[in-house]
């Protein structure tokens, strides 16, 4: 065991975290997040789309929260990294999505808590 390896399963479990109860959510709780998004886009150029890409950043945070579950199991048993970089590859790709739509929806805050999330993706790029 060594920092490395301690940095690899902390981001790949932190991430795994963040997108397994973020995306399952949306699918549990559909109606309620849908209309939150719905509201969220009323006033911007993308209100139409607020449904499609409900359901992409959905799709996208699962499969960013299974690949990185998987994949911090994985490197915990010393079995390699690829899985887990996967995992953040699809974590980075749905920060970025998450990161246009705050942008879009003129909602700064929201926007800043990304850059937190994206400079934490960074750093496992730098460990994977």
Do not use: H
């Amino acid at each position: 065991m060594d920092a490395t390896w301690c940095g690899q399963v902390a981001v790949s479990a932190f991430f795994a975290i963040v997108f397994l109860q973020s995306g399952l959510d949306k699918f549990v709780d559909r109606q309620g997040n849908l209309g939150y998004i719905t509201g969220f886009f009323s006033n911007s150029p993308l209100k139409s789309l607020a449904p499609a890409m409900f359901w992409a950043i959905a799709v996208l945070e699962t499969i960013a929260g299974i690949l990185t579950a998987i994949g911090t199991l994985i490197v915990l048993f010393g079995g390699g990294t690829a899985l887990a970089l996967w995992g953040l590859v699809f974590s980075t790709i749905s920060l970025l999505c998450l990161l246009f739509g705050n942008r879009m929806a003129k909602e700064y805050g929201g926007a800043t808590v990304i850059a937190t999330y994206f400079a934490i993706a960074l750093l496992g790029f730098m460990l994977l």
